[in-house]
């Protein structure tokens, strides 16, 4: 890697000097921006860059420009995009989510350069046609996640959660499941650095479960995009080189749900029906269902769903949609009654640290904290 940097910077700088002697300006580094400490994707460690960097580093030889990395923090989703390449401190960042929907006009995105999601994981030996093949099996999912879902619609897979694909990779290689369903990335990279390869990991195919990556760009940046999606058209087998270094996963992927099989059909939809595990005796009339909030607050609302889905979907869903009933946050009016509100703003101001819950009072503001309640009070379970 690091010859391969020299070479690249070498080359550069000539080029630079080159120019200068033409009379000409040396063309502006371009200022990518990366989490330091999230491998496979990136690291601050040249030793081990991360995906997201060398293809960073291949995008900048390909266009003859120099990369400089801007290190920011990216576990806070749209809130550390907005914080860095909205705020202008990088012209670009790698690996976001190649969706209209992702801040919307907020954005503009290169053609993709990479596919990510959930994979299934076994040991290398077994082949895998669908999840028909796990019955009666013991499968690792990770909390609050597509394939935990999945499988919580299924009584003939034992699913068994973690909070982390790396102790669902570590329950596989003791024994203590038969397979993995989780983050593919990570659990690819694991399997080649820590596992020999002692794994096969496929992709599976179906809502949720993958996603085209693309690099971002603020919206407008639309002559920085076409010169990005040149440089991805010359270098894309070496991304592929790439991608296969860092373990990502290259099996031909599976497709979720089988015309023939007799197994309950898989309906995401289903966990926004999640009710108490103790039947509630039906009333004489039926409740109504959340009111929607009035016409003043549908605003509020809708930007508390956008930072709900940027940070809080890590751990409770998108949309607040869990199977997880402890973590469901569409029963807080049920839990807390009158006391929701001052519940919850104690909790996100204060945290739960022995649940793993952050205090967010650093990261959000007050009208920041009423607008993702706002949100929560239109999907309540009543």
């Known amino acids: 890697m690091m010859s391969r940097w020299l070479s690249a910077m070498a080359f550069l700088l000539s080029s630079s000097a080159a120019a200068t ?84 006009p907020k954005l503009v995105f290169s053609k993709p350069i990479l596919h990510v999601g959930y994979t299934l994981v076994v040991p290398e030996s077994r082949g895998i046609a669908s ?38 990779m570590s329950a596989l290689a003791n024994r203590d499941v038969d397979a993995a369903f989780i983050w593919g990335p990570i659990a690819g990279y694991l399997n080649k650095t820590v596992y020999a390869d002692t794994y096969r990991v496929t992709p599976m195919n179906g809502p949720g479960l993958q996603w085209p990556v693309a690099i971002g760009f603020a919206g407008g940046q639309n002559a920085l995009r076409e010169q990005v999606d040149g440089a991805i058209d010359r270098i894309s087998a070496e991304i592929e080189v790439l ?32 009710q108490d595990a103790t039947p509630t005796p039906v009333p004489a009339v039926a409740k109504p269902a959340a009111e929607a909030p009035p016409s003043g607050n549908q605003d509020t ?8 889905d ?57 009208d920041q904290f009423a607008q993702i309640l706002s949100f929560l009070h239109t999907v309540q379970t009543r």
């Open 21 to 104: 002697a033409l009379g000409a300006e040396p063309a502006e580094s371009l200022r990518l921006c990366f989490d330091p400490a999230n491998l496979p994707f990136s690291s601050a460690d040249p030793k081990t860059p991360g995906l997201y960097v060398e293809i960073g580093e291949a995008v900048g030889q390909a266009m003859g420009r120099a990369v400089t990395p801007v290190w920011t923090i990216t576990y806070l989703g749209k809130r550390a995009v907005r914080t860095s390449l909205l705020a202008g401190k990088c012209d670009a960042e790698i690996g976001l989510p190649r969706d209209p929907d992702f801040m919307g």
């Open 131 to 168: 999840l028909d093949d796990l019955r009666g099996e013991r499968v690792a999912v990770q909390f609050g996640t597509t394939p935990q879902n999945l499988l919580a619609s299924r009584d003939d897979i034992q699913a068994v959660t973690f909070r982390e694909p790396e102790e669902a």
């Open 243 to 274: 991608a296969t270094k860092y373990g990502f996963p290259t099996e031909t992927p599976i497709k979720l749900g089988n015309p023939e099989s007799s197994a309950p059909k898989l309906v995401l939809a289903a966990a926004e029906e999640q």
């Open 301 to 308: 609302a809708a930007a508390g769903r956008e930072l709900f």
């Open 310 to 366: 940027g940070t809080c979907a890590h751990c409770h869903g998108p949309g607040a949609v869990t199977t997880e009933r402890r973590i469901n946050l569409r029963l807080l009016q049920r839990r807390y009654g009158e006391k929701m509100d001052e519940t919850f703003m104690y909790t996100v101001t204060h945290g739960r640290p022995e649940k793993g819950m952050p205090n967010w009072s650093g990261v959000f503001t007050e």
